[in-house]
């Protein structure tokens, strides 16, 4: 499976993103920049984390706007998968790609540590290769993380399975409603969290939970 | 030239960690029957124009595209 990686001014976690669909894939990931219209025919694309345009404005407002982000809505309508991690989910939801909006975090302070999370949808594209309600390890890097619906809207995402992680064993670092750390949208195929599972899936980093997620994405499941 | 300020607030309901710390530090530094505060933003706008209801249309476009997350907040524009 082929995968791109989307690259806008500010965000620094897309090396990290790079080397790890690399590792998994066996195949190294086009990128997009932020003006191009047209992205490649892949079958995964993702918006890593960073601080796009300085976190201006609000987080992720300004690079929402950018052309790329016209051509990521058209691919997402066609059913590729798009997956938002960090800054990215803040993007995919300014962008209106995902419901709620990422507040600050309830702490004010910026988290930067290792949190539980629970798989709480593991019959998505993103999550197949994980077991329903399996915690995993994953670290979190983030001052915008606290996740905010409307009622109506989150009872409707809860009823449809759209919350696919959520802050397990009390670990939950940013006072995000209902434990929620990432989201799906209805049609199944675009994925907003604020972990980073890039950045544990080799034993370099402590563990390998990360790994499932983009094996799941990129259809590389061990049998 | 059209001077127009735009305020950018949270909707009620919507919880605002940074007014509570505020709040917080209001009454810390022995300020006396501080209720609730919540905290926004202020954007002064200049538009190179006379025609004031072509502009009041753009401002409000400018919110519902850019400046308001509708998601969790309200605007209001005014004009000088």
């Not at chain 1, 690259?7 to 620094?12: A, C, D, K, R, Y």
């Not at chain 1, 932020?34 to 984390?49: A, F, K, N, R, S």
């Not at chain 1, 976190?55 to 790329?68: H, K, Q």
């Not at chain 2, 710390?21 to 009454?27: D, N, Q």
Request: net charge negative.
């Amino acid at each position: 499976m082929k995968s791109a990686v989307v690259q806008l001014p500010g965000l620094n976690r897309d090396r990290d993103m790079i080397a790890a669909l690399t590792k998994i894939s066996g195949k190294a990931p086009v990128t997009v920049w932020q003006t191009e219209t047209e992205i490649p025919d892949v079958d995964l694309i993702v918006i890593p984390g960073g601080f796009s345009y300085g976190d201006y404005l609000r987080c992720g407002a300004i690079a929402a706007r950018m052309p790329v982000m016209q051509a990521i809505r058209e691919k997402a309508e066609k059913g590729v998968k798009v997956l938002g991690v960090c800054n990215g989910f803040q993007i995919l939801l300014e962008a209106g790609m995902l419901p709620g909006a990422l507040m600050r975090n309830a702490s004010l302070k910026f988290v930067c540590r290792e949190v539980k999370l629970e798989v709480a949808n593991a019959e998505t594209a993103f999550t197949r290769a994980y077991a329903q309600g399996q915690v995993l390890r994953c670290p979190v890097a983030h001052h915008d993380g606290n996740y905010f619906a409307d009622a109506e809207t989150l009872k409707a995402m809860e009823d449809q399975g759209q919350v696919v992680f959520r802050y397990a064993e009390g670990t939950n670092p940013n006072g995000s409603m209902n434990d929620i750390a990432g989201v799906i949208n209805a049609k199944g195929n675009v994925l907003g969290m604020m972990p980073h599972p890039e950045n544990l899936i080799e034993a370099a980093h402590g563990g390998s939970d990360g790994r499932g997620l983009f094996a799941s994405a990129l259809d590389v499941i061990a049998a | 030239m059209i001077k127009a300020r735009v305020t950018v607030t949270l909707k009620n309901g919507v919880l605002d960690p940074q007014g509570k710390a505020i709040e917080g530090a209001l009454g810390a530094l022995g300020f006396d029957g501080v209720g609730h505060v919540r905290q926004g933003k202020v954007f002064d706008i200049e538009i190179d124009s006379a025609d004031k209801a072509k502009a009041e249309a753009d401002l409000k476009a400018m919110c519902e595209k850019l400046l308001a997350n509708t998601v969790i907040e309200n605007y209001t524009i005014s004009l000088a």
